[in-house]
């Protein structure tokens, strides 16, 4: 197993961070990737859209699922994406002048002895994806607050 962790400080407060990530389009809004097949819950659990990108020149496609949301606390979603499973976990918290968002991508790849070097490519290949979806998150956020 192999985590890829990132945290961030949004200036607006939990409720309003929470409700924005809730929104699959908009949290998963990310440069390269491609929504479509988008079914909105109204509690969150079962969201999920259909991912689209292209790597190497490569169309590839996956889907994307709310598994879990605790309100204002927590959101875990299943992606089945090419030959990657990662579990992505984001976490909601009040600090001062803002929401502390802690995102986490997990990997398990159960092969014998390369298992694990995989795992530590998929994190690595997917640090600029977090850090691009984290920005875009708070940006999304903060320009509905100010609006």
């Known amino acids: 197993m192999a985590k890829l962790t990132r945290t961030i400080t949004v200036d607006a407060p939990v409720d309003r961070v929470f409700d924005y990530a809730l929104d699959i389009t908009k949290l998963w809004k990310i440069k390269d990737v491609g929504l479509a097949e988008v079914d909105l819950k109204p509690d969150g659990v079962g969201s999920s859209a259909r991912l689209y990108s292209h790597f190497l020149g ?47 991508g997990e990997w398990h ?39």
């Open 58 to 104: 490569f169309h590839l496609e996956g889907g994307l699922e709310y598994t879990e949301v605790v309100p204002e606390k927590r959101i875990v979603a299943k992606v089945h994406y090419f030959v990657e499973n990662p579990t992505w976990t984001f976490k909601f918290a009040p600090v001062k002048g803002g929401t502390k968002v802690t995102a986490e």
């Open 109 to 147: 790849v159960g092969l014998p002895v390369a298992g694990g070097r995989i795992e530590g490519m998929m994190v690595k290949e997917h640090e600029p994806f977090l850090d691009e979806m984290l920005a875009s998150l708070k940006a999304g956020v903060e320009a509905k607050a100010a609006a």
